[in-house]
Nanobody
Framework: VQLQASGGGLVQAGGSLRLSCAAS????????MGWFRQAPGKEREFVAG????????YYPDSLKGRFTISRDNAMNTVYLQMNSLKPEDTAVYYC????????????????WGQGTQVTVSS
C-alpha cells in the first residue's frame, strides 16, 4: 500500500484546511486508516482514525469537534477536515494505514504517507 498525502499549507488561526490521503496498491487489505501529527520537539500523536469498510470514526478527546475524518472508498482516499485551527496545531501531518483487524489504528501502523506540513499563524 502506498499513501500520498496532500493539502497542507499556511493558514491563520481560526481558519480551516482539508488534508487528503490517496491510497494505492493493495487497498483491499486496509482495515483502518488514520492521521497522526508531529510537532517540532514533540512525539508523534494520533489525530483521527476511520475503519475502512464501515466508516466508523474515532478521535482523541482533545480534538473532537474541530477535526473530522472521512473516507471515499471509491476514490481510495481519506480526508481530514480541520476547523478552528490553532497555532498549536502546527505540525507535520502523516496519514497511515493498517492491515490488522483492530478496533482502532495502532501507534505503529503498517504504512505511512510522506507527511504534509500544516502551519497555523497567530
Amino acid at each position: 500500500v502506498q499513501l500520498q498525502a496532500s493539502g497542507g499549507g499556511l493558514v491563520q488561526a481560526g481558519g480551516s484546511l482539508r488534508l487528503s490521503c490517496a491510497a494505492s496498491g493493495r487497498t483491499f487489505s486496509i482495515y483502518n486508516m488514520g492521521w497522526f501529527r508531529q510537532a517540532p520537539g514533540k512525539e508523534r500523536e494520533f489525530v483521527a482514525g476511520v475503519t475502512w469498510s464501515g466508516g466508523r470514526t474515532y478521535y482523541p478527546d482533545s480534538l473532537k469537534g474541530r477535526f473530522t475524518i472521512s473516507r471515499d472508498n471509491a476514490m481510495n482516499t481519506v480526508y481530514l477536515q480541520m476547523n478552528s485551527l490553532k497555532p498549536e496545531d502546527t505540525a507535520v501531518y502523516y496519514c497511515a494505514a493498517e492491515n490488522k483487524p483492530r478496533a482502532t489504528i495502532s501507534r505503529s501502523p503498517d504504512y505511512w504517507g510522506q507527511g504534509t506540513q500544516v502551519t497555523v499563524s497567530s
